[in-house]
């Protein structure tokens, strides 16, 4: 059996981010899964810890596993740290705690990448480097309407860069956010439909579109401090957020939820082609359904 516990559900769209030089976060994540009977082997992958990269300096990271029997940590394929740990005792609680302090800033400004235009976008270099962002996923298939969506954007921007902050706004006029309303398996398509979600929901459609126009695209999720106005040393309660990339000769991010560029508030934990490249925790085990799934993540600016 397979448990996948999730909590990209993201917060609520806020105005506007604080500006500053840099922040200091501390982000505690927890995920407790409870079952109704004893589960005697279980085998699990977790990507909770933000990454070190330009304009994020990870301070301290701490991950706390109970019932523990060690851990085995790695970097996967698309750069995300992993956690990946086995528990062979019964068990009828699992509990994953990370704690996390980071630093986040502006990039020194260095000199301009230029933006590709469209023919140079085509080339054939392109495609080969960048074909695993090009490729539709289950999540990020489009149907026929939203093909003709893509194709209508495309023709209306004259650079790949403007097709992007297009499509970005066009899904931010289009769905409602509304949390609960859709979840982990909800695709692109169903999300269109339905007309409202969650910040997975508008990253994944983002990032469809973005692909069906053949713009490289991905899927990138980490944190987001909900409250710009929250004093330092006030801890709030968040929850995990996802937004957008995409490569035009550069990677241009961007959160269709908010309709801004990630700012200071944004931790980046991973990144793939869609959610099921870096959900929180994912993992298999022998035993009953779980029947509670509990997650909370608590944000502090300390700095």
Not at 8 to 35: E, F, K, S
């Amino acid at each position: 059996m397979t448990v996948s516990a999730h909590d990209a559900a993201g917060p609520a769209p806020q105005p506007a981010y604080w500006t500053g030089d840099v922040w200091r976060l501390q982000i505690v994540h927890r995920t407790a899964l409870t079952y109704p009977d004893t589960v005697t082997t279980s085998y699990n992958e977790v990507r909770m810890q933000p990454a070190e990269e330009a304009g994020q300096s990870v301070l301290s990271s701490r991950l706390e596993i109970d019932p523990f029997e060690g851990v085995l940590p790695y970097v996967d394929h698309w750069g995300t740290r992993v956690a990946a740990f086995d528990v062979h005792r019964p068990h009828r609680h699992l509990t994953v705690t990370a704690t996390s302090t980071v630093e986040t800033f502006d990039i020194p400004s260095r000199d301009p990448v230029p933006h590709l235009d469209w023919d140079a976008l085509a080339g054939a270099d392109v495609s080969d480097t960048q074909e695993e962002f090009l490729s539709p996923t289950p999540l990020t298939e489009l149907d026929d309407e939203l093909l003709g969506v893509a194709q209508q954007l495309r023709e209306s921007s004259a650079t790949p860069a403007a097709a992007g902050r297009a499509v970005c706004d066009l899904i931010r006029r289009r769905l409602t956010y509304e949390q609960g309303a859709t979840g982990v398996h909800t695709s692109a398509v169903e999300a269109w439909h339905e007309r409202r979600g969650v910040c997975q929901d508008f990253s994944h459609l983002a990032v469809a579109l973005l692909r069906a126009v053949r713009i490289p695209a991905r899927y990138v999720s980490g944190y987001l401090h909900p409250q710009p106005d929250a004093e330092i040393g006030r801890t709030v309660v968040g929850e995990s957020h996802s937004w957008v990339e995409w490569w035009d000769g550069a990677w241009t991010a961007f959160d269709p939820t908010n309709g801004a560029p990630p700012g200071h508030a944004h931790v980046v934990v991973g990144r793939g082609r869609d959610y099921r490249d870096v959900p929180p925790v994912k993992g298999v085990y022998a035993g009953p359904a779980a029947t509670g799934n509990e997650v909370t993540v608590r944000v502090t600016r300390v700095r």
